[in-house]
């Protein structure tokens, strides 16, 4: 797997610009991180720390091949580490924009910097790690600090946030981790290329968050090319990769019988995913509020766009990154559900009010469980757009200008 | 049965035609010639390919099937110069064919011809535009609307009696108008229809510039191009499915 396929100009300043517009809009976080300071003080002993780390890691980018390595730990001493690991459950759970980077800074990330090539290594930080990110329950775990954390909040795009963070000396195992026999297996099979690692781990129930740390952790794909991968990158190439593999086994199904419009809405995000009958085709159109934190500047709506034909893309998304990945998983897996393919309309609409971006699982679980409930139906595809388009904050000539599918859907010689 | 010698340039505008749209195709080798008919994946562009055994130095056949992987036959077409002769000789018993340029011997393994997909008839369509053009032009037309969109509509105008490009992109927008006089040929007719830039770049690489390609349209229907390869002896048609808008 080329993992260059996942990497583009996300510009450090613009980083720094995003997390101060998110702040401008809650003081509220600001507060929170002062209390996180109280109770950081409540919970060292000494110069190190001990308690039950999240089930998750999380691998920098900036810097690679070298790079800033963590493992994360609540700093609630009662706190159920399992639940500051970003899941599934967080939709279920109804996280608002706040809750998470409250979750999310309510731990510490004890980061060391240290080199991607990993095959064999399991000891020291890095094997640590590696243990927490295979395991499938969170671990004790010791860390020893080099100096006090920073406080501060990292928000992006595609990964969820991260919060204050400290250089560790050390992290030492407590108990002796569980491996699922799944896992256990993709590991010790050096022999096996990422790809066919992540879907088995698909197959037998794991879900994208979980693949994304063991493939973070370097605990999958052939030995000579196992290393560690920057979350944000491993993020997009899981979803990527269980998305083509799921789109695959779609190629010769029956195509859906009717149009299909199916709603959501996920932290001040609005979905709406048009599914018609034909072969598969897949397009996400992203409106972004002028003022929002994707869009701070303009006085108009930002639109972008992202598509594939029936055989897939060759290259990485120009526009919409890794939105476009985890919003085709979340179609892809309920047509593979109904064993049906279609072509298929992801317009989202990105409102003022999601004040700070929270991770690209926001998308992923807004379009997932956009499948829930009801569905509106239509003659023609046509017809949902009509029907669709004063619902949106753009006019139709904006959409059709910007969305291929909405321009023309692409017809079969065999339809004449 | 099939020993065949063509030159170089002809084997490659033979093949280049086809592996635009498919990586692997069936080759019929009928006594007067031979014929291509491919599909692509996704069953939006399809190729009707004929090559006459008079555009060989040699030909003999009679009535085989043989499947080939394009690119490879590609790649050993391009060892030779364009005025290179290419020798091509089937070898029934191993199901390989051998190719010889100029001393260099290459054995080429053979695909299943029922392994590759079966292609659909050509669909009989009445297309109701005839516009007869220059391959330069189809060119022109496919660059600049690339810069723009990845989509384009060719029509006709009745009223005006011109053949028209369109293509509309977030912010700018081509337009090309050819009249009676820019084109070889116009059969004005009711035609409107949306493509996908990405099929019609494919045809148009392997289309000459000098070409005169004839091209029928009609109201969200496939279009049609034909031309001519290897000097009159041999011909090309593609047939695009379009984006439809109706539906």
């Known amino acids: ?345 992801v317009v989202r609409e990105i409102t003022d009010d999601y004040w700070a971006p929270v991770g690209v699982w926001q998308v992923r679980e807004g379009v997932r469980n956009a499948f829930d409930g009801e569905y509106g139906e239509a003659e023609t595809f046509r017809q949902a757009v009509e029907a669709l388009a004063p619902q949106l904050p753009v006019s139709k000539t904006q959409l059709r200008r910007k969305s291929n599918l909405v321009a023309g859907l692409q017809t079969t010689i065999t339809d004449f | 049965m099939f020993n065949a010698i063509v030159s170089a340039d002809t084997l490659r505008t033979t093949l280049d035609s086809v592996s635009v749209l498919v990586d692997e195709c069936k080759i019929h080798l009928e006594a007067d010639g031979l014929a291509i008919q491919a599909v692509d994946p996704a069953n939006v562009g399809m190729v009707d390919l004929s090559l006459s055994a008079d555009a060989f130095e040699s030909y003999e056949a009679d009535g085989g099937v043989i499947g080939v992987n394009l690119s490879r036959l590609e790649d050993i077409a391009g060892m030779a110069e364009a005025d290179q002769l290419v020798h091509l000789e089937l070898d029934e018993e191993t199901r390989k064919l051998h190719i010889s340029i100029d001393g260099l011997e290459y054995t080429l393994a053979l695909i299943d011809p029922d392994s590759i997909r079966q292609e659909p008839d050509l669909p009989d369509l009445d297309l109701a535009a005839e516009i007869v053009i220059e391959g330069r032009d189809i060119d022109r037309a496919v660059t600049a609307a690339d810069m723009v969109s990845d989509h384009i509509a060719l029509g006709v105008d009745e009223a005006g009696e011109f053949f028209y490009v369109d293509a509309e992109g977030d912010t700018d927008d081509v337009h090309l108008e050819l009249t009676r006089e820019d084109l070889i040929d116009l059969v004005v007719g009711p035609a409107h229809s949306l493509f996908s830039l990405d099929y019609l770049q494919d045809m148009n690489k392997a289309i000459p510039k000098d070409a005169e390609v004839t091209m029928e349209l009609g109201e969200e229907f496939p279009v049609k191009m034909h031309f001519d390869i290897a000097e009159g002896k041999g011909s090309v048609t593609y047939l695009l499915a379009p984006r439809i808008q109706s539906d």
């Open chain 1, 1 to 345: 797997m080329r993992l260059d396929r996942f990497i583009d100009d996300f510009q450090r300043d613009e980083a720094a610009e995003r997390r101060r517009l998110a702040e401008e809009k809650s003081y509220a976080v600001i507060d929170y991180l002062d209390e996180v300071t109280d109770r950081f003080d409540e919970r060292l002993q000494g110069d190190s720390l001990f308690g039950s780390t999240a089930p998750e890691v999380f691998v920098g980018r900036s810097g690679y091949p070298n790079v800033s390595t963590g493992v994360l730990s609540p700093m609630a001493e009662d706190a159920d580490a399992e639940t500051f690991a970003t899941s599934a459950d967080w939709y279920a759970e109804g996280l608002g924009v706040g809750d998470v980077l409250r979750r999310r800074s309510g731990m510490l990330n004890s980061t060391r910097s240290a080199k991607v090539d990993v095959d064999d290594v399991w000891d020291g930080f890095v094997g640590t790690q590696r243990e927490v990110a295979i395991a499938d329950h969170p671990v004790d775990v010791e860390v020893g600090l080099a100096d006090t954390p920073d406080f501060d909040v990292d928000v992006d795009d595609i990964t969820t946030p991260t919060g204050p963070r400290a250089r560790a000396r050390e992290a030492d195992l407590a108990e002796n981790p569980h491996v699922p026999r799944p896992v256990e297996k993709t590991l010790e099979d050096d022999d096996w290329a990422a790809e066919g690692a992540m879907t088995y781990l698909y197959r037998r129930g794991f879900d994208v968050y979980e693949i994304n740390n063991i493939l973070s952790a370097g605990a999958l794909g052939q030995g000579h090319n196992r290393r560690l991968v920057p979350t944000r990158w491993s993020i997009t190439a899981v979803d990527d990769t269980v998305g083509q593999y799921l789109r695959g086994g779609l190629r010769h199904s029956d195509t859906v019988d009717t149009v299909e419009v199916w709603t959501n809405e996920f932290m001040h995000n609005r979905y709406w995913v048009v599914l018609a009958p034909g072969n598969w085709e897949f397009e996400l159109v992203e409106l972004k509020a002028p003022e929002s934190v994707w869009n701070p500047d303009a006085t108009g709506y930002y639109l972008a766009s992202a598509h594939e034909g029936y055989e897939g893309r060759t290259g990485y998304v120009e526009e919409t990154a890794g939105a476009y990945y985890a919003a085709r998983l979340g179609v892809l897996e309920h047509l593979a559900d109904r064993d049906r393919q279609a072509k298929a309309l």
